[in-house]
């Protein structure tokens, strides 16, 4: 576990090799994980970082413990319900469709007062704003729109986009930002005239709509993006209990 990913927590790298094991059927669902002194000895990290590895799993709904039996992989079901910060193109693939997009503008625009807020940045400073239909197996499934805050003087062109695919992978590679959390609200529209020319829905018809503010593993936000889904895409959540009574 000794690694040169020295700007990744050795906790993060731990529950990422767990997380493949398990994606892989090595530790299958329902199956007990490895005692902690055991894990500490193969990945030659401390018991600390075991621990502090085996929670963010259980927050993040892949690991489940079992009073005085110890912790589980949680089922399947369970584990496709938790939600990651992935992109739409890891999501997509993930349902096991093709993704694509169509980009329809790519823009650096003047944050406004609400944006500004969320971003935590003053308004009128200066965004990213990207447009696109976003597409699954070359139909349309949503309408996208991002507002990215870039590293002063970082340059993101259309083509690398189109290229690329994905925008977060490109955060990631170009620029060292990479998406770790999100807040996100999720609501219904009625589709308007642009929906309905882009999309290939009726006028009226219930959108689902989700808005996300995305922040970096430093916790910075870098990103407010609003997506409307058509009807047939489906959004699964886990919902757990806090701590507080």
Sequence with gaps: MRSTKTNVPLYQQLA?????LMASGN???????????????????????VRKA?????????????????????????RQMSRFLDSFTDDTIKRGGVPGQTILSMETVAANMAIASLLHMQPDEPLLRIKRVRLMNNKPIGLQESFLRLPEGAQLTQKELEQVGSLYRILIDKF?????????????????????????????????LCERVMLSDRREPVEYCEMKYVPPYRYKTRISKGSAG
């Design 16 to 20: 990422e090799t767990l997380k493949q």
């Design 27 to 49: 530790i299958g669902a329902k199956e007990p994980m490895p005692a902690e002194r055991e894990l500490a000895i193969t990945y030659q990290v401390s018991r600390d970082t």
């Design 54 to 78: 085996i929670r963010l799993l259980e927050e993040q709904g892949l690991l489940y413990s079992d009073h005085g039996r110890g912790t589980f992989a949680a089922p399947e079901s369970v």
């Design 176 to 208: 060292g930002i990479k998406p770790s959390e999100s807040l996100e609200s999720v609501g219904a529209v009625a589709a308007q005239a642009e929906e309905v020319a882009l999309l290939g829905v009726t006028l009226g018809a219930p959108l689902l």
